[in-house]
């Protein structure tokens, strides 16, 4: 049996395939459209997902949407009705397009799906699952464990922001919820906002932001604005917010309240911009502390599955794990909407079709390497078309090559195998340096990725050293953990540099791995396991064995405002419009300097924030 999962019109819209409950395929729209977060109805996505699957829309027996639009419309009227006449105007201008997408959302599924060649009966085949439990159910059916606890945190579905549900087999049952307006993705949205980033993208820059700050606001945060209870249950002070019914997030009682206006985009970070960062980052990890500690003593469970957008919060997910109230965690790696896609899928094959669930110790997310692959002839096409200059190696050329490009201190673009599912690179779409350089963190944000300095970058690490260089000695595969760098590897602070503050810590060499290591000591740990990616394994076994370091910078392959590389005239036109030096892509070896210098783009003074 086949079911497609669809998720849609809000932000990160995808698609996804099963299989007799297994998953075949799962990408989302960005990836093909190039377009950043891309809400559109995921026509490139569901096409990629069904030749995965080598079916037609007409084999699947059901089509799934992550969500319940008549809910989603129900929660926005009756939240205008109770905070009229607040945000009139605002509710004026969306009204038409609450009518065209919310309400007639199924029409518009419908014509949509049509439109790839489904048949008449395709009415009777669509299910709708709400948004929640689709978030629950991608992280339990594609979890590795037979029963487990389920909590989901986000912005808002329908009007549940925060869930609980108890997982059995095939089971899965909501326990409690908190509704809207009451939020922690929309508390932390909402000082997003405020500290001059993007909502639902910048929120990560937040938690970057933090460890150069100092928690001095929390006590404002937690006096004014929210009232958190023992259990992690909180209410929000509504009258600091202007979500409901304005267009922005926060009002002038909340810049009252932190002494000034929303920071502009383009003015400096200020050492106060960093304190609030590291402030709502305090209370966010405080709250799921308490969720967390609440619900383990409440049920006993030793198993506890994450999902939603303030799941990819991987410092309070780190916390949670030190925390210890649960012996196992496991976090589904497209935790954010796009997940919503393989949920509903497994929510209708497990739930409403009641079928058996086995479980074997391994998740079902397949190292979420669950997009498109390039063959050989394929690729040569791509390169060709894009006037590349390229040459073939075998296996251990390639892997000598691009050590050697790496020891030398090159930015390395690596594209293999199939493409990873969710926001983070996984060592299929990534871009690689060594981390013993200490000017490497800054180049790559600098050069590369053309991004902000003070953002970090994560180390990918072989499983079995991964307790030697972090203190960390569970498998992190899908780079949701942060732990601190081993303290045997940290490199001892003068005092002059003890003393430093705010962005003065970023050029501070911390450990024998300086560009992977943040200014608290901590790190975004991906761990390497040679059965789930054995290319990648391969190619950290050879830099450690070149350097006795088992460990490599890894970022997305992207510059800034763009989705991260799908296909090898993407991963081309990116190292040509970045100081990426040298592109591997499969057996294909790529050298900036033997390029055509006029197919070079500048993406340096065109691109977008992000």
């Known amino acids: 049996m086949h079911i497609l999962g669809i998720s849609a019109f809000y932000h990160d819209s995808a698609a996804s395939l099963i299989a007799d409950g297994q998953i075949v395929a799962a990408a989302q729209e960005e990836r093909f459209t190039r377009k950043k977060h891309d809400a559109g109805f995921p026509r490139n996505a569901i096409e990629y997902c069904l030749n995965e699957g080598g079916k037609t829309l007409d084999q699947v027996e059901y089509v799934v949407f992550y969500d319940k639009p008549f809910l989603k419309f129900e929660r926005l009227l009756e939240t205008y009705i109770a ?51 689709s978030h629950a159910a991608s992280a339990f059916f594609a979890s590795p464990f037979e029963e487990a606890v389920v909590l989901t945190m986000d912005g808002v579905g329908e009007w549940t922001t925060t869930s609980v549900a108890i997982g059995h087999g095939n089971r899965l049952e909501t326990a409690k919820e908190i509704h809207f307006p009451h939020s922690i993705g929309l508390l932390y949205s ?12 910048g929120e990560y820059k937040v938690m970057g932001l933090a460890p150069y700050g100092e928690a001095k606001y929390v006590d404002i945060i937690l006096d004014n604005l929210i009232d958190l209870k023992t259990d992690g249950s909180f209410r929000l002070d509504m009258r600091y917010f202007d979500y409901c019914t304005g267009l922005k997030m926060t009002n002038k009682k909340f810049y009252k309240l932190f002494g000034d206006a929303p920071r502009n985009p383009e003015q400096p970070l200020m050492q106060k911009h960093m304190d609030i960062a590291a ?53 589904q790696p497209a935790a954010g909407d796009a997940g919503g896609a393989i949920g509903a899928a497994l929510a209708a094959y497990y739930t409403h079709l009641d079928k058996p669930r086995r479980t074997n110790g391994k998740d079902a997310m397949s190292g979420s390497y669950l997009g498109p692959s390039y063959n050989n002839s394929q690729i040569e096409q791509q390169l060709s078309s894009a006037g590349a200059y390229f040459e073939k190696l075998n296996n251990s050329d390639l892997i000598t090559a691009t050590v050697d490009a790496l020891a030398a201190g090159k930015a390395v673009g690596w594209f293999q195998g199939r493409m990873e599912f969710g926001p983070r690179a996984l060592g299929a779409r990534s871009i690689l340096g060594d981390p013993r350089n200490p000017a490497m963190q800054k180049t790559l944000n600098l050069k590369v990725k053309y991004r902000e300095s003070f953002r970090p970058f994560a180390p990918s690490v072989l499983r079995e050293d991964m307790a030697d260089w972090f203190e960390l000695d569970c498998d992190s595969p899908y780079m949701l953990f942060v732990a601190n760098v081993a303290k045997n590897k940290r490199r001892k602070m003068t005092r002059e540099e003890l003393a430093l503050f ?62 991260i590389v799908c296909s090898p005239e993407d991963a081309f036109r990116c190292f040509m419009g970045s100081e990426i030096e040298l592109l591997i892509i499969e057996n294909y070896i790529l050298y900036k300097e033997k390029q055509d210098t006029r197919l070079k783009i500048n993406y340096s003074t065109t691109l977008e924030p992000d």
């Open 83 to 133: 905070f009229a006449p607040r945000g009139f105007q605002s509710f004026l201008a969306a009204m038409p397009i609450w009518l065209k997408e919310k309400l007639f959302q199924k029409v518009l599924l419908l014509d949509e799906l049509k439109k790839l060649g489904s048949g008449p009966n395709i009415e009777s085949r669509l299910l709708f699952v709400e948004h929640h439990q």
């Open 190 to 201: 909402a000082f997003t906002y405020y500290l001059g980033f993007k909502v639902n993208s």
């Open 279 to 331: 402030s709502i980052q305090w209370v966010t990890e405080e709250i799921v502390l308490r969720l967390t500690r609440a619900l383990s003593s409440e049920t006993g469970s030793k198993n506890l599955c994450l999902a939603g957008g303030v799941a990819l919060n991987c410092v309070a997910n780190g916390r949670i794990l030190r925390d210890g109230t649960f012996e196992k965690i496991w976090i």
């Open 502 to 563: 705010g962005i003065d810590k970023l050029n501070v060499p911390r450990s024998e791995i300086p560009a992977v290591t943040h200014v608290d000591y901590s790190a975004r740990i991906q761990s390497v396991d040679r059965e789930t990616n054995p290319r990648f394994h391969e190619l950290l076994s050879a830099f450690k064995a070149r350097t006795n370091c088992p460990v490599l910078v890894n970022t997305s392959f992207n510059i800034r405002g763009e989705p």
